[in-house]
């Protein structure tokens, strides 16, 4: 017969990681999706002398590991003594590594706009501004939309990597209780559980939008 040294304060302690992993992931795609857009309008519109900076910026972001970016920050923060959570480190350098893909993201949805009917919605009299909010992000959205829901959801599994700046996340909570309980295998098994509970609705989400714009085309 199955026998667990698993107690019901373990599984809130679990769960308790698991709200920190959705919180560090809820800022960090807030704050990644609002940079990415403005970064991602850069690259696709914007001319050589801005664009050339920030895609070296946004290279670097996606290049360099993101448990090094991690390290590093929080080494820095303490360099140069920040009055900064750990929390907030972890939530600005994911954030940060979201928008370095996000960029390319939204770059991408925009430029999968035809020019032409960029180019029909000027001659009948639309601004700049009007051209991007009613022709282009719309219809880059639709693009986008598949991408940005894979970002999102490999942004939930790197908050696992915030451990290494003290976070105690879903993983890390599990880690402390495998280390007490020593049941790697039944621990383990209910945190991924509780990855896939978090990860399944916002899949099913963008599933259900895709299918619902193209009901409507």
């Known amino acids: ?29 807030l704050g990644g999706t609002a940079l990415g857009m403005l970064f991602g309008l850069i690259r696709a519109s ?8 920030v895609g070296f910026v946004l290279d670097i972001l996606r290049s360099v590991p993101l448990l090094i970016q991690f390290v590093l920050a929080n080494s820095f923060k303490s360099i140069l003594k920040l009055n900064v959570s750990a929390f907030t480190v972890g939530c600005v350098v994911l954030a940060l ?10 770059r991408g949805g925009i430029l ?4 032409t009917t960029r180019r029909a919605a000027r001659s009948l009299g639309m601004t700049y501004t009007q051209d991007l909010t009613n022709i282009v992000f719309p219809i880059a959205l639709r693009v986008a939309l ?29 880690q402390i209780i495998v280390t007490r309980i020593q049941e790697p295998l039944f621990v383990l ?8 509970l978090m990860s399944f609705p916002i899949a099913r989400l963008g599933a259900r939008l895709e299918k619902r714009w193209r009901e409507n085309d």
């Not at 928008?99 to 390319?104: D, L, R, V």
């Open 97 to 106: 590594y979201t928008a370095a893909y996000c960029a390319e993201i939204v």
């Open 189 to 196: 098994s209910i945190a991924g559980l509780i990855y896939f």
């Open 1 to 29: 017969m199955f026998e667990t040294s698993l107690t019901w304060n373990d599984v809130l302690f679990l769960l308790q990681g698991a709200g920190t992993t959705l919180s560090i992931t809820f800022w960090a795609v």
């Open 146 to 174: 598949p991408s940005w829901i894979g970002l999102t959801l490999g942004v939930m599994k790197d908050t696992a990597l915030v451990l290494w700046i003290g976070i105690v996340e879903l993983l890390r909570s599990s």
């Open 46 to 53: 914007a001319p050589w002398w801005l664009n050339l900076p």
């Open 112 to 115: 999968a706009v035809p020019p």
